[in-house]
């Protein structure tokens, strides 16, 4: 069991506001929000919580309250430990009906999951596993173990990066089980405990969680949260990279997830001069690359090279996350030290997997350019209804990517994450794309589902929205409000 202890000024900081006036009794207001931090990763898991007295003074409540709150927790399978003992962060142990949970009620329509930005995959891909099966047994008299990859994948995968004009060849290209496999091999190989990792902020949460199990030391930088300012704050990272000796800068410029932005060509030409010369290695995550919906396409804008410049990438959001094949664009010293490297870790990716991806990478793009009008009609979709049931949100207009990152009235996210669960909802609050409990104004919405999902979606989010303690202004109207 993990020694790891949670602090009482770090609970406290990731709750923030979590009890919402006429939203129940406190008990089963904070019950729910540390479910919250539970289930998205706030709060790692065989951790060790606070005692209950000391909980109570924090939060300026009764010990009776909090010991409600860890028995519920407990009953639920969120918390391990009897009453009097210490309360350890657990997940339940597998599915079933929980008390007062919306699988108990037989008239419910379905929940609806807005956890994840992806879409399903289209019938190309069963197409392309079709055609690997037809070509498997040519690769199998050998081994298996393909270490950096099979060639033809590599070679496919570099063969799109020149025509991003970015010249590479296959020993450049190392594969992996996803983009978020490559960050950790890289990680490994150039993180060590302490040292400075610096991100744009919000960003990916699996990046956070992967830096911070690394031990690296988080060093976020802010993106301009002013209305009509959509870039980056170039000098901010710059300086954070130099400052603090950063082993690594971890950043989605294309686009970033989740506020969908694309960084300029200008900026990119000042971020990489601002940090020549520099230790820094430069790890850009592109696995959103080919989402552009509106403007330019990203792909001309990011083809610039650097020598300590990393590129992830991924077919998880293009084309489907159930094929887990990513990969690393890098110097060829540096895959040959990854290659070397994960064998401690992992052996390679499946080879069928693999020729699968040979076939989706060489359809000439047909595939993807027929799905970014439909993302693009989603997209738009969605911030219409949001426009007509929530007009005191606020949702900017992205480039590109899977979702809207809206922001809120006031610092709700966690509690309407909370209160929409009731509805049959399901929500990744602000929080969790950032550290110390910032975001809490803001809410990322994948427009991935079907239109009438989208429309049931919108609905029960501003039922929610109406009940959460703070935010019934936000929400002037539960019927729908033309806009054209």
């Not at 080879?351 to 693009?376: F, M, T």
């Not at 209160?419 to 910032?438: I, K, M, N, S, T």
């Given at each position: 069991m993990s020694p790891r202890s949670i602090g009482l000024v770090s609970l406290t900081r990731h709750l923030g506001a979590w009890r919402a006036p006429g939203a129940g009794a406190a008990y089963r207001q904070l019950a729910g929000a540390l479910r919250l931090l539970i289930l998205d990763g706030r709060l790692p898991l065989a951790a060790r919580l606070p005692g209950e007295r000391e909980l109570a003074q924090a939060l300026s409540l009764s010990r009776t309250t909090v010991s409600a709150a860890y028995g519920r927790l407990r009953d639920e399978g969120f918390l391990s430990g009897g009453q009097g003992a210490a309360a350890r962060t657990r997940l339940p142990a597998g599915p079933g009906p929980r008390k007062g949970g919306i699988e108990d009620r037989g008239d419910w329509p379905g929940l609806i999951d807005l956890t994840s930005a992806v879409l399903p995959a289209d019938p190309n891909v069963h197409?392309?596993?079709?055609?690997?099966?037809?070509?498997?047994?040519?690769?199998?008299?050998?081994?298996?173990?393909?270490?950096?990859?099979?060639?033809?994948?590599?070679?496919?995968?570099?063969?799109?990066?020149?025509?991003?004009?970015?010249?590479?060849?296959?020993?450049?290209?190392?594969?992996?089980?996803?983009?978020?496999?490559?960050?950790?091999?890289?990680?490994?190989?150039?993180?060590?405990?302490?040292?400075?990792?610096?991100f744009d902020h919000p960003t990916y949460p699996q990046a956070i969680d992967a830096i911070l199990a690394a031990g690296g030391r988080a060093v976020p930088v802010a993106l301009p949260d002013v209305e009509g300012e959509e870039g980056w704050d170039v000098e901010g990272l710059v300086s954070a990279c130099r400052s603090s000796g950063a082993a690594m800068a971890y950043l989605v410029l294309d686009h970033n997830n989740p506020t969908g932005r694309m960084m300029r060509a200008s900026d990119r030409t000042r971020l990489l001069a601002g940090l020549k010369g520099s230790e820094t290695l430069l790890v850009l995550d592109e696995t959103l690359v080919d989402l552009t919906l509106s403007g330019p396409p990203a792909l001309s804008a990011s083809a610039v090279d650097a020598p300590r410049m990393v590129r992830l990438g991924s077919m998880s959001k293009s084309v489907w996350g159930g094929l887990r094949i990513g990969w690393v664009r890098a110097d060829r010293a540096v895959i040959q030290r990854l290659a070397q490297s994960r064998a401690s870790f992992d052996l390679g990716v499946p080879?069928?997997?693999?020729?699968?991806?040979?076939?989706?990478?060489?359809?000439?793009?047909?595939?993807?350019?027929?799905?970014?009008?439909?993302?693009?009609?989603?997209?738009?979709?969605l911030r219409a209804r949001l426009a007509e049931r929530l007009p005191d949100w606020t949702c900017?207009?992205?480039?590109?990517?899977?979702?809207?990152?809206?922001?809120?009235?006031?610092?709700?996210?966690?509690?309407?994450?909370?209160?929409?669960?009731?509805?049959?909802?399901?929500?990744?609050?602000?929080?969790?794309?950032?550290?110390?409990?910032?975001?809490?104004?803001?809410?990322?919405?994948?427009?991935?589902?079907?239109?009438?999902?989208?429309?049931?979606?919108?609905?029960?989010?501003?039922?929610?929205?109406?009940?959460?303690?703070?935010?019934?202004?936000?929400?002037?109207?539960?019927?729908?409000?033309?806009?054209?």
């Open positions: 197409a392309a596993y079709v055609r690997a099966l037809e070509r498997l047994p040519a690769n199998l008299p050998g081994h298996g173990y393909e270490t950096a990859g099979l060639e033809e994948l590599r070679e496919a995968v570099a063969a799109g990066y020149r025509r991003r004009g970015l010249p590479t060849s296959p020993g450049q290209i190392l594969i992996t089980h996803g983009a978020h496999n490559g960050l950790v091999h890289l990680l490994r190989l150039t993180v060590r405990v302490g040292r400075p990792v610096v080879i069928l997997e693999q020729l699968a991806a040979v076939e989706l990478l060489n359809d000439g793009g047909k595939a993807l350019a027929a799905r970014r009008p439909l993302l693009r009609a989603r997209r738009d979709h900017p207009h992205p480039a590109g990517g899977l979702s809207l990152w809206a922001r809120l009235p006031g610092p709700i996210s966690s509690a309407l994450t909370i209160q929409a669960e009731v509805e049959g909802l399901r929500l990744a609050a602000g929080p969790r794309f950032g550290v110390d409990g910032a975001f809490e104004r803001r809410l990322r919405l994948p427009y991935t589902l079907p239109e009438a999902e989208l429309d049931e979606a919108v609905t029960r989010l501003a039922r929610a929205a109406g009940r959460v303690g703070g935010a019934a202004a936000a929400v002037r109207a539960i019927r729908p409000v033309a806009v054209y």
